[in-house]
């Protein structure tokens, strides 16, 4: 099975396709986000997984956008640790290291590291993976990377030292997305399911109010919320939305239709089992 990833071999999305579908599955890597979403729609991968919100960073907004645009399904989820390791090619010591590559997330989330080391220099670089590529490739003079211990094994780097993130509660939660009837990957796992969707209301007072009340009339829980601008509409917004349920239970079919007597445009996302 080909999935594709944003990102170079050894980023934390590989990470996830491996928890997702284990070590059959044939990891695309793919620049952009868009182009992950592009190789699944022109039928090059057979999946995709994608990052949605990590616990400091917040929302991966440009995914949330992606998923409107495109008519796929999320047939699983999982979270990912995201451990941060100072990595480095082979023979490179700790007090060798001058400048330290990574994205500038990666970066941002090891402040208190550089705050240890102030004679480290910071360079962001476009991919976490594709930092230790490029310097165990063009090995700068004193060029290190932050990254995964995956990407350190792929490009046979050594680990000068590990788990240097500021904090240790750093998950990424991801989507798996599939073709327009892909069912939901159910796995032998008895976590609940759960359903993602996205809507809309008429800009009127308690418009999302009633919306919502769909739900809580229901005791159906509520575990994410996030909005996004409308576009070609200023100032009004969609509802991304995820409920502990299947799109098929009988309470969940009712709230969905009851939602969408009250919302100018409704779509079920998918429904898969929760991480």
């Not at 941002?108 to 962001?124: S, T």
């Not at 032998?188 to 809580?216: D, R």
């Not at 575990?223 to 299947?246: A, H, M, N």
């Amino acid at each position: 099975m080909k999935v594709a990833f944003q990102g170079e071999l050894g980023a934390f999305s590989q990470q996830a396709i491996v928890q997702l579908l284990g070590t059959s599955a044939k990891p695309v890597a793919q620049p952009w986000f868009d182009q992950v979403f592009d190789a699944l729609a022109t039928k090059k991968v057979d999946a995709a997984v994608i990052p949605i919100e990590n616990t400091l960073r917040g929302s991966i907004y440009e995914n949330y956008d992606l998923l409107l645009k495109h008519d796929f399904v999320i047939t699983g989820e999982t979270n990912v640790r995201i451990v941060h390791n100072l990595i480095a090619p082979p023979g490179m010591k700790f007090s060798d290291v001058k400048k330290v590559y990574s994205h500038t997330v990666a970066l941002y989330q090891c402040i208190d590291f550089f705050a240890e080391n102030p004679q480290l220099e910071k360079e962001v670089f476009y991919d976490t993976a594709g930092s230790v590529k490029m310097v165990m490739e063009k090995r700068p003079a004193g060029g290190a990377a932050i990254a995964s211990e995956l990407a350190a094994k792929i490009y046979k780097a050594k680990i000068l030292k590990r788990e240097i993130e500021d904090d240790s509660q750093n998950f990424t939660r991801f989507f798996m997305l599939e073709r327009k009837g892909a069912k939901p990957r159910a796995g032998k796992t008895s976590k609940p399911w759960k359903t993602s969707l996205v809507f809309t209301t008429k800009n009127i007072p308690g418009a999302l109010f009633k919306a919502l009340s769909a739900l809580a009339l229901r005791d159906l829980n509520l575990t994410k919320i996030e909005s996004r601008p409308l576009r070609g509409k200023p100032w009004e917004y969609l509802f991304y939305i995820d409920i502990v349920g299947r799109a098929d239970d009988p309470v969940v079919k009712n709230a969905l239709a009851h939602l969408g007597e009250v919302s100018s445009f409704l779509r079920v996302l998918g429904t898969y089992r929760a991480a």
